[in-house]
């Protein structure tokens, strides 16, 4: 890109974030961005009364990029494969790397790429779920774009939500992040086969995610290992 371009794009990006701040745009913002999000809902009801008249049980996971979202996933479908028919949804930016990662272990997976946007949304799992015969699955799992914030905005229709985090973030993480684990049924502590190496304290981290969410479900794994992989799986209630 020529520098001419480049700061071209700056002045834009500044312009944009200056109309932002100005009292007029700010509540036009905000009753959009409200309207998308009832709009959102709905459709994510939709979404699950239907998952749930054909007997598919759903989860969303969310999780920071590189906290462990596909391994985990590779490590319960490698368990469950032979008896469960489990499709699976991989939201990134770019790319069909966790798809393909997904498909050598006996699931279907289908792959979105988002582009711009930081978490999926129910139009994403719409557009994608009224093409498939959802009577030919026992289970989906949708793995969100990797973020702690965004995905808190938008329901996708599962019935449960997952959030993954790994020791490898911090022992500061979860108290950073209280929305997306008060909005989680199932809070997994991560990589903690690095924890004593890092010196983190996982005691913590269980200890703050039961501070903002009493109900939540904590389960300290290693996907690198399989420790308590099992214990998850008995947790998702199949
Ligand atoms: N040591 C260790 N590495 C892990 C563990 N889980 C995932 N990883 C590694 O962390 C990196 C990111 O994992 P990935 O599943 O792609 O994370 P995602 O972005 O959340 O889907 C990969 O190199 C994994 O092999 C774990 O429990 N222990
Ligand atoms: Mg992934």
Redesign the pocket.
């Known amino acids: 890109m020529s520098d001419k371009n480049e700061q071209e794009i700056y002045r834009i990006k500044e312009l944009e974030s200056m109309n932002l701040s100005t009292e007029n745009n700010r509540e036009l913002v905000i009753k959009t961005g409200k309207a998308v999000s009832r709009e959102n809902d709905i459709l994510a009801e939709k979404i699950n009364k239907n998952l749930v008249k054909n007997n598919v049980k759903s989860f969303d996971i969310v ?1 920071a ?7 985990i996933l590779e490590r319960i479908i490698e368990k469950i494969s032979n008896d469960y028919r489990i499709l699976v949804i991989n939201g990134d930016i770019v790319t069909r790397i ?1 798809a393909d990662r997904i498909e050598k272990h006996g699931a279907k997976s289908i792959q979105i790429n988002t582009g711009r946007e930081c978490a999926l949304n129910a139009y994403h799992i719409h557009q994608i779920l009224k093409n498939q015969d959802l009577s030919k699955y026992d289970l989906l799992f949708i ?1 969100n774009v ?1 973020n702690l914030i965004c995905p808190s905005e938008f329901f996708l229709g599962a019935d449960k939500r997952i959030i ?1 985090v ?1 020791v490898t973030e911090g022992e500061w993480v979860v108290e950073k992040h209280p929305m997306l684990f008060k909005m989680s049924e199932i809070a997994v502590i ?2 903690i ?2 924890a004593e190496r890092l010196r983190t304290d996982v005691n913590k981290m269980i200890n703050d995610a039961k501070m903002i969410n009493p109900n939540i479900k904590v389960i300290t ?4 290992t399989g420790t308590n992989i099992d214990i998850l799986i008995k947790n998702l209630n199949l």
């Open positions: 999780g990029i590189g906290a462990g979202k596909t391994a966790d793995e990797g993954v790994s991560n990589k086969d690095l794994t290693s996907a690198k």
